[in-house]
């Protein structure tokens, strides 16, 4: 049976990640877990497929645990194929792996730390909660179409290192930890502020995030 959120997670992370599903059930949230959800005799590959295939959302128990394991790999890929959201929700404060990073690198992240951990959860099932509720309102999204209106304020290669932390500040927002190493590598494309926002930008899922980060860049440009 098809359920809204598929759960990764690497096998040593097992108790956190069925902890997790037993809270997120407790709200009404529907989990799809392996290995309780795998059917008896089923064949185990058809059935992650399948229920990838049919989740609204991966929920990604992330950790050192997932950035070393092959399965967690192949379940997001799968999730990407399928043009499924996923939420990494990182329970040790480490970074992805580079393999994991280039999949992972426009998602939304959410922690689990710092202490105490409830309040970390709750927020969780507050998003997903919110996230499902879009995803069963909203068409399809469109493809990405913002520009920033205003023409730059600095010429090519003058965008300093203040304005480069704001505007890794304001990606962090949208996808996480990985935006630090994302704006580096756009800022040596060269160019000004306006070059790079427009760079970073697809890294955003969502029109209106994307919308919004650039509209903070276009005010970061302008300012002091």
């Known amino acids: 049976m098809a359920r809204d959120i598929f759960v990764s997670y690497s096998q040593p992370d097992r108790d956190s990640a069925f902890a997790l599903v037993q809270q997120l059930e407790a709200r009404g949230l529907s989990a799809w877990i392996a290995p309780r959800d795998v059917s008896p005799a089923a064949d185990w590959a058809a059935e992650i497929i399948d229920a990838i295939a049919g989740a609204k959302l991966m929920l990604l128990v992330f950790s050192g645990n997932s950035n070393d394991s092959d399965q967690v790999r192949r379940e997001v890929e799968r999730a990407v194929h399928k043009r499924l959201r996923i939420l990494p929700f990182r329970i040790e404060d480490v970074l992805p792996s580079k393999s994991l990073e280039y999949f992972l690198s426009a998602q939304h992240w959410m922690d689990a730390f710092p202490p105490p951990l409830q309040p970390?959860?709750?927020?969780?099932?507050?998003?997903?909660?919110?996230?499902?509720?879009?995803?069963?309102?909203?068409?399809?999204?469109?493809?990405?179409?913002?520009?920033?209106?205003?023409?730059?304020?600095?010429?090519?290669?003058?965008?300093?290192?203040?304005?480069?932390?704001?505007?890794?500040?304001?990606?962090?927002?949208?996808?996480?930890?990985?935006?630090?190493?994302?704006?580096?590598?756009?800022?040596?494309?060269?160019?000004?502020?306006?070059?790079?926002?427009?760079?970073?930008?697809?890294?955003?899922?969502?029109?209106?995030?994307?919308?919004?980060?650039?509209?903070?860049?276009?005010?970061?440009?302008?300012?002091?």
């Open 120 to 224: 970390h959860i709750d927020r969780l099932c507050e998003h997903l909660e919110a996230v499902l509720g879009e995803h069963a309102a909203q068409p399809p999204p469109t493809e990405h179409r913002a520009s920033l209106a205003a023409a730059p304020m600095h010429p090519p290669g003058a965008v300093d290192a203040v304005r480069l932390r704001r505007l890794e500040t304001e990606l962090a927002r949208c996808i996480g930890p990985v935006a630090g190493h994302l704006v580096r590598g756009a800022a040596r494309g060269g160019g000004d502020l306006h070059a790079i926002a427009l760079r970073l930008a697809p890294e955003i899922d969502g029109e209106p995030e994307r919308r919004n980060f650039l509209e903070a860049c276009r005010q970061i440009d302008q300012g002091p």
